[in-house]
């Protein structure tokens, strides 16, 4: 039988229209025979309703690790001899941003690119080697404005809100909902027998003999 994904008001990425939106009714679809629900859909205000299949969750990426260091490192220019190319800041060599403990894997950029603005790759690299230590400051203005949001300046707080926005833009990523953070399961079907019941003492014939 069917649960329910998602709960009103969550927000949700629509895959197949490529926006987010929220979740405004769950609606579970019932069938004769079944105590539970068959299927669940989901109105989001889109104009029809969704299937959970079509819909995701925004949550943490478990690589998402601000504690790492990346490095700048340079590297032999193999495509043109340091007498080839006077304009570059470092001639004979070209910037690499390494992300793992043994010196490799990470960022690099072709040689022909490279030598078209070399000035503005240099930068590039500084500013991706910077990254996690300025995810990491981010963060550390995020927890301490959280610690005492009423005593922070407006400006501290609008700060905070920017670096929570651009964090989460990095660290989330899409994914469907696993079976720990499915929401409770739908609701069930009324009881047709009781309904039964209650109608026939709220009819006239039941009032007359209750009166009587």
Not at 58 to 75: F, I, K, T
Not at 97 to 112: F, I, M, N, Q, S
Request: charged share 25%.
């Amino acid at each position: 039988m069917a649960r329910a994904q998602f709960q009103k008001g969550q927000k949700v990425w629509v895959e197949c229209v490529g926006a987010w939106a929220q979740i405004e009714k769950v609606q579970p679809v019932w069938a004769k025979g079944f105590e539970e629900p068959v299927r669940v859909t989901y109105d989001v205000g889109l104009g029809r309703e969704f299937l959970g299949h079509e819909l995701l969750l925004p949550v943490e990426d478990s690589a998402a690790d601000v504690g790492q260091n990346w490095r700048l490192m340079r590297a032999r220019n193999k495509w043109q001899n340091a007498e080839d190319c006077p304009h570059h800041p470092f001639p004979g060599t070209y910037p690499v941003v390494v992300t793992d403990k043994a010196d490799w894997g990470g960022w690099r950029v072709p040689g022909a690119e490279y030598d078209r603005d070399p000035d503005q790759i240099e930068f590039q690299a500084r500013l991706i080697a910077a990254a996690p230590k300025l995810m990491d400051l981010a963060a550390r203005l995020l927890s301490s404005v959280d610690e005492a949001p009423d005593d922070a300046p407006p400006e501290m707080r609008a700060l905070a809100r920017e670096a929570r926005t651009i964090l989460k833009s990095v660290t989330d990523v899409l994914a469907a909902p696993t079976l720990d953070s499915a929401a409770t399961p739908a609701p069930q079907a009324p009881d047709r027998s009781r309904i039964a019941e209650c109608d026939s003492r709220d009819s006239p014939r039941s009032r007359t003999l209750i009166q009587g």
